[in-house]
């Protein structure tokens, strides 16, 4: 049974040299907890479990079968860094499954966000154990579990967690990273040699652009949101705002509006900007961007991405919103 109390004496993790002890300790940990057996791994480019992947592969390497399943609702270039990072500089024993037909298919028509939450989350249980049953000799399944998961909710990591597997897939768990917060989980991960990119990435919802394409999806309105989010991502980093809000991302709702392109009446959906600062993600303040920022964003948005005619910036704090809109 492992502590899942972090001990008083436990000191923090807030540079370089602290991340690469805690490093060396793991190191030591994990060859003595999964041995000669293989240890498997939900990858999904997220800080969390990528940092887990890095220390497993500096402990065990090729034991360890990482698994990224691209249920095409992530955003631009995710899937691609990934395996660029694994498979091209790590060298890791990456399996790559592109289940976008898969999922999509399956959301097709559903537009309550519970009903569609459940159904993303039940559909990647059920192809990471399709995945799992293909390899032998695996013992271990490792979890990007961290401090905060332990505390707010008896230590289950929703997006990453594959703890509801069928009855013979059952697998100990390996969770290196589990005592600590998500500040020091990145000053580890710059120390495992991990792209900033990566290490700095903002919080992004188990279910991708499924909760930010609101209703029910469509592969059109989709690749809108996907389009629009890279320009804001693109444009947050060339005015130096990427590392300073702590979450920002673009909403295309189920709705379309009037309005007119090249002279001619146009009816699309609007894009949603949304870009909020927390400390605990309880309570979130809105981030008074630059007038010049958003006259770009608006200008690019609608000139760049098809389908989009309007954009809207969310003042609306939390509470009374919600982060999310779904």
Request: with cysteine; aromatic share 6%.
């Amino acid at each position: 049974m492992k502590n899942n109390t972090r001990p008083e004496t436990m000191k923090r993790i807030d540079n370089e040299e602290a991340a690469k002890i805690f490093i060396e300790e793991q190191i030591g940990e994990l060859r003595a907890q999964i041995g000669s057996d293989r240890v498997l791994l939900a990858l999904s480019g997220g800080v969390d479990s990528s940092v887990v992947a890095a220390l497993l592969i500096k402990a065990v390497g090729d034991q360890l079968i990482g698994v990224h399943v691209n249920h095409g609702l992530m955003r631009k270039g995710e899937s691609e860094q990934v395996i660029s990072v694994f498979k091209d500089k790590f060298k890791a024993d990456l399996i790559y499954l592109d289940e976008t037909d898969r999922f999509l298919d399956k959301l097709k028509g559903i537009e309550d966000p519970e009903q569609k939450r459940k159904i993303i989350g039940s559909e990647f249980i059920e192809v990471f154990a399709e995945e799992a049953r293909k390899h032998e000799g695996i013992k271990f399944l490792g979890q990007g579990t961290i401090y905060p998961d332990i505390l707010e909710s008896d230590g289950i990591k929703a997006h990453h967690n594959v703890g509801g597997l069928p009855e013979d897939l059952k697998f100990e768990l390996v969770e290196p990273i589990r005592l600590l917060y998500k500040d020091e989980v990145r000053v580890v991960g710059k120390a495992l040699g991990l792209p900033d990119a990566m290490v700095s990435r903002q919080p992004f919802p188990g279910p991708g652009l499924g909760v930010r394409c609101t209703g029910a999806i469509t592969r059109n309105r989709l690749d809108a949101l996907r389009e629009a989010d890279a320009i804001l991502r693109e444009e947050f980093e060339k005015a130096g705002l990427s590392g300073k809000v702590w979450q920002y991302f673009v909403v295309v709702p189920d709705f379309k509006t009037t309005g007119i392109t090249n002279g001619k009446r146009t009816y699309e959906w609007p894009a949603i900007i949304r870009a909020v600062n927390t400390k605990d993600a309880m309570e979130a303040t809105i981030e008074e961007l630059p007038y010049e920022l958003l006259k770009r964003l608006v200008n690019r948005i609608t000139s760049e991405v098809s389908g989009l005619n309007r954009v809207l910036y969310d003042l609306t704090p939390k509470p009374p919103a919600t982060i999310e809109f779904e």
